[in-house]
C-alpha cells in the first residue's frame, strides 16, 4: 500500500472523528476531501499532487500546531503530512 493513502485514509479518519466529537462540519469536509486527494494520488501514483496536498496541509495545520501545541488533530496532521511530503519528494527525485 502506497504510504498516500495510509496518510489519507488516517486525514480523513480524523475528520470523521472531528465531525462525530464536535459536530464540525469544517473538519469533516477539509479532512474528508484533502484525505479522499491523497487516497486518490497513491492509487494513480500522482506524486507531485499528493506533495502539493501535503504541503498545503502543513502549511495550514504546522502554526496551528506551534502555537496551540496541541496532538490532536493539529500536531497529528502536522507529522503525518510532513512524513507524506518527504515521501513524495523522494518518489519525484
Do not use: E, H, Q, R
Not at 496518510?7 to 484533502?34: D, N, Q, T
Not at 498545503?56 to 502536522?78: C, D, E, I, R, W
Amino acid at each position: 500500500m502506497d504510504v498516500n493513502v495510509a496518510v489519507g485514509v488516517c486525514v480523513a479518519a480524523g475528520g470523521v472523528m472531528g465531525y462525530v466529537k464536535k459536530k464540525s462540519i469544517p473538519s469533516l469536509l477539509a479532512g474528508g476531501l484533502s484525505g479522499a486527494g491523497l487516497v486518490a494520488c497513491g492509487v494513480m501514483s500522482y506524486f507531485k499532487s499528493a506533495a502539493s496536498l501535503s504541503a498545503l496541509l502543513l502549511m495550514m495545520m504546522g502554526p496551528n500546531f506551534v502555537k496551540s501545541g496541541k496532538v490532536m488533530p493539529a500536531g497529528m496532521v502536522t507529522v503525518l503530512s510532513t512524513g507524506s511530503l518527504l515521501y513524495n519528494v523522494w518518489k519525484l527525485a
